[in-house]
């Protein structure tokens, strides 16, 4: 007989935790490291190659330490025809970095990013939670002073 | 049990509601190839290679995970399915390492096997391979994750069979990776003496340290077609 | 112009903050009135008529789906509102949220009498993580007003993956897993969230119910096509002179859309509903907007004369690689294969065979994949080798 609708529901619900828990350390650390990982991993009964595999399915998630802040610079067709290879140019620019990248002082890291849903606003791109519309190339300057 | 009358290739059949298409026609000798399913596991559904066609479906359906129903009318063996699989097969080779002649599991690897009795030739789409070191510091298992397909039956069958959890998946897209721990060369401290996720695995990715030869046992590769 | 307001007739109208400017709106009216004295089954009865599908891309009968978890004979039960808008060029959800959470609310109540669920999640984008404190405020406020009596909501923020917006990869999210897509049957209003009966709508679903409810199923049923009832809310961008968020009558044409209102000139074709959808040549722009022709999820990228169209299939097929959650074959390998042959195109080059290739990478994607993502994702490519055939051509010829 198959196990359709038998073992792959029987499961582990403190696990719902997990995002959650995982959101909260690469918030306070900026990014999830491997002790922080083996602790939730017990924390909640959990293979520690489960955690892992769920910190590196999420894009927002880093398992290695990020900057201060985080740019990510929406790349996807709206923005693409608005010009924000412009904006991509004029960021790596002004941080001397490309993406993937953080600034050697910690202060920057820089990702291009798919659709951010702010379309209608194109180029867009976020600074941690921050979104930032319409951009041109004199805005970024000016958007990146505001972060220390 | 509720009975359940069904057409798989014209033969009009008859089977306990609950079973999936894959049993029934397994249970009337029709062969569905398939990558991932294995009758002792959960379905896993990642493979697609058991795919069939059912009558008023839009799709093709994974028979290893779809139940049966009242009046299906399923092919498991049409030209639409067939070429289906061959693409399959063939995306599979094309960003696997295809190093046969040097693969102590050659004779014996189900994916060689099934690329063979579906005609399947050298890969005409040129994408990536996926390059691993091979991992052999365990004395128990020698993992080559070149030659990994992605079907999970490994990690399925540590959980499963020996209540591990040694395997999870990792990464994303065509990235990911059947790993361990924080994506860890496996070592003598995670993993037993076992070998239950060596004999489920289809390819040459996991294998045991032996003698040259040793491994090649298996029943001699038939090339059909 | 057959613009009609009843997703966004709160929208720019009610302070989003406030709960008594809705309740000037007679916010909350469809849910006392389903509460009192109508049955579940009613309630399911009236949104059935109403001919309601959903919102997000699917287009399935939302009546019919709250009918088969509402049958199901177990205590634990949820309603989920899918907020995790990740479509190319979508926003209308933001849009919404932003503006009216109220309905939203309103409706994952209803919803919640209706199939019998004492909880419900909103399951939110992580590119929309500043709308959070919206959303609390207004379940909040919803809480002390006492309309969550006997239903709690509670809000899942993402982390990043659009493959999540797929109902069940969705539902793994929640449970705090990879956002990894199940194998259908069992769907999920016979199991779902951790196997119990699960409903999971659109917002923009959603915030038909209020409406539907307190006007009744039949009103509902008056606007729109044979099958597509009711609005419809585009998320407009691309080469317009107004872009935004419209609600229009389904089976407005596409033209109204992007000439009429959104002022676009010398189109040259359209992308409908988001990575995945289709894309229409000019020629075609007189198509009704419903499900019988084109919807998706609204999502509508206008290109003008200048734009390349492998270069826009190229960065679409990037996208959907990216996204891919890795689970099945087809889709993993699949769309790693196509950009590597719609880079080779957009660079200049391409060989005799490639077409080919793509075509049949392309069927075998679209009949095998586990989920909607990888079944659909080869429709730009097929659209584009549909309709703009020669320029495909032309790029082997010159190579």
Not at chain 1, 86 to 107: D, F, S
Not at chain 3, 214 to 225: D, E, K, R, V
Not at chain 3, 251 to 256: A, K, N, P
């Amino acid at each position: 007989m198959n196990k359709i609708n038998g073992e792959i529901y029987m499961q582990n619900k403190e696990q719902k935790e997990l995002l959650v828990r995982l959101g909260e350390a690469q918030n306070k650390f900026g990014y999830l490291s491997e002790k922080v990982m083996i602790e939730l991993a017990e924390s909640l009964d959990m293979s520690i190659s489960d955690v892992y595999g769920v910190a590196t399915f999420y894009s927002f998630f880093s398992i290695r330490p990020q900057g201060r802040n985080i740019i990510r610079i929406c790349k996807s067709v709206p923005c693409f025809l608005k010009n924000s290879q412009v904006i991509i140019e004029t960021v790596e620019k002004e941080i001397g970095i490309k993406p993937g990248e953080t600034t050697p002082n910690g202060k920057f890291s820089f990702h291009l990013t798919n659709c951010i849903g702010v379309c209608d606003k194109a180029p867009a791109m976020m600074i941690n939670s921050e979104v930032y519309i319409d951009l041109t190339p004199n805005k970024i300057s000016q958007i990146l002073k505001a972060h220390k | 049990m509720e009975q359940i009358a069904l057409t798989i290739n014209d033969r009009q059949l008859s089977a306990s509601s609950g079973m999936t298409i894959l049993e029934v026609a397994k249970e009337n000798s029709i062969d569905i190839p398939a990558l991932c399913y294995r009758q002792e596991l959960s379905p896993i559904g990642a493979c697609r290679i058991c795919v069939v066609e059912v009558e008023r479906s839009e799709t093709l359906v994974g028979s290893c995970h779809t139940p049966i129903a009242q009046g299906m009318v399923i092919h498991t063996h049409s030209k639409k399915v067939l070429q289906v699989r061959k693409t399959m097969v063939e995306l599979l080779l094309a960003s696997h390492c295809g190093n046969c002649f040097m693969c102590d599991k050659a004779n014996i690897c189900e994916l060689r096997s099934i690329a063979t009795d579906l005609e399947v030739g050298l890969p005409r789409f040129q994408v990536k391979k996926r390059y691993y070191p091979v991992e052999d510091a365990s004395p128990f298992i020698v993992r080559d994750l070149t030659k990994c397909i992605l079907c999970r039956r490994c990690v399925s069958a540590c959980n499963e069979i020996k209540k591990e959890k040694v395997f999870g998946i990792a990464y994303r897209g065509f990235d990911s990776k059947v790993v361990v721990d924080f994506d860890q060369p496996i070592d003598k401290d995670v993993c037993r003496d076992c070998d239950v996720c060596i004999s489920f695995c289809p390819t040459g990715a996991l294998s045991k340290h032996g003698e040259i030869g040793e491994e090649k046992k298996g029943e001699p590769l038939i090339i059909s077609g | 112009m057959a613009q009609q307001r009843i997703v966004l007739r709160n929208c720019g109208v009610i302070d989003p903050m406030q709960i008594s400017t809705y309740l000037d709106r007679d916010g909350f009216k469809a849910l006392k009135k389903a509460l009192a004295g109508v049955t579940q089954e009613q309630i399911i009865d009236e949104i059935k008529l109403s001919g309601l599908r959903g919102r997000g891309g699917a287009g399935f009968p939302c009546g019919l789906k709250w009918e088969l978890a509402g049958k199901a004979q177990v205590d634990e039960k949820y309603v989920i509102c899918n907020a995790d808008e990740g479509e190319i060029g979508t926003f209308k959800d933001r849009y919404i949220l932003e503006r009216d959470p109220f309905t939203l609310i309103e409706a994952m109540a209803i919803a919640g009498y209706a199939i019998g669920a004492k909880r419900g999640y909103i399951y939110l984008r992580a590119e929309y993580h500043c709308l959070l404190d919206l959303l609390k405020n207004a379940i909040g406020q919803a809480k002390e007003g006492g309309f969550l009596d006997q239903f709690d909501i509670d809000i899942r923020e993402g982390a990043g993956a659009y493959i999540c917006g797929e109902e069940s990869a969705l539902m793994d999210s929640i449970e705090g897993k990879r956002g990894e897509v199940r194998y259908r049957p069992p769907f999920p209003p016979s199991r779902g969230l951790w196997g119990k009966p699960t409903i999971i709508n659109n917002v923009e679903t959603l915030m038909n119910i209020p409406q539907i409810i307190f006007n009744g199923g039949h009103w509902f049923s008056q606007l729109g096509t044979e099958q597509s009832k009711g609005t419809k809310v585009f998320s407009v961008s691309g080469d317009v002179k107004k872009p935004g968020v419209y609600e229009l009558v389904l089976g407005s044409r596409l033209r109204e859309l992007v000439e009429g209102l959104a002022l676009a000139e010398k189109v040259k074709m359209v992308q409908v509903g988001g990575a995945t959808g289709r894309i229409i040549p000019y020629e075609m722009i007189d198509m009704p907007l419903a499900f019988e022709s084109i919807l998706g999820a609204g999502a509508i990228i206008v290109f003008n004369e200048t734009r390349d169209i492998i270069d826009i299939v190229y960065r679409v097929m990037e996208f959907l690689a990216e996204e891919c959650c890795g689970k099945c074959t087809p889709c993993r390998e699949g769309t790693e294969v196509m950009v590597e042959i719609l880079e080779r195109f957009s660079r200049g080059g391409g060989l005799e065979t490639d077409i080919s290739l793509l075509e049949e990478v392309a069927s075998a994607m679209m009949l095998s994949s586990l989920c909607g993502l990888g079944q659909a994702a080869p429709i730009p490519v097929v659209n584009s080798l549909q309709y703009f055939r020669s320029v495909y051509e032309n790029r082997i010829r010159q190579n």
